[in-house]
């Protein structure tokens, strides 16, 4: 089973660390959210593990010949970019190209993995619908499903349900806690902390390139810390709806 090791990993832009010193050992089965304000250098820490960035420490992934990593590791940028008219069909299916060999032709089980993909993200009635012409939340989660159809045992995204309905923030996060739990490493990141504490088994907590916490949500998310690097003071209960995670006030 593939999981994801970081030791020490650090990468400075100028003389300054913006990821600095991460160890951490992330295991199948964790939907591993990964938190902190604006420029805690999350997604930097993402593109350094998947090895698209000059990097100090090591990562296991990065550590992978580029063929091999891209069957492992799907990765979901922040940035979502469809360069080209083509049908949602066609860009989901574009997740299947890892698994081809040059020239080769999509068979039976590439198929059956873009279909799975997009029935996931309920893409059904969008198939032979031109990507380039949906709204910008429809477009990520074509992006998803591209990314799902990929089937790697490692997902990363970056802030993958900023400017999704609530409804579907929801689904989207119930989905990559049901991938987890089917036996996926997934790590996300995300600002909505009460969707985080409620869908993550785990949370990084990150604050000025470091890695200051680590562990179960509801520890993660103390007073202190919410205090410290939020600057936040916030309601968190356990409901029998679930955690429940509300900000009341900026405490700094
Ligand atoms: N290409 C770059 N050159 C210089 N500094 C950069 C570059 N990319 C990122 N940084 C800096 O590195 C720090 C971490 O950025 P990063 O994008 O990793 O943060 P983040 O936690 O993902 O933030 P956000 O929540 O706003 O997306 C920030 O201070 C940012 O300004």
Redo the contacts with the bound molecule.
Sequence with gaps: MTGLELSHLTVR?GACP?VDDVTARLSPGDCVGLV??????????MRAALGLLPHKGTSSLARLPAPERARTAAWLP?TREIAWPVSVETLVALGRTPHLGPGQRPGPADRAAVDAAMARLELGGFATRCATELSGGEQARVLIARALAQEAPVLMAD?PIAGLDPAHQFTTMALFARLAAEGRLVMV?L?DLGLAVRFCTRLLL?HRGRLVADGPPRAVLSEANLAEVFGLRAYLAETPDGPVFQPLEVVR
């Design positions: 832009r913006v902190g304000p604006n420029g805690a250098g999350k997604t930097t820490l922040q802030e990141s600002h990150m």
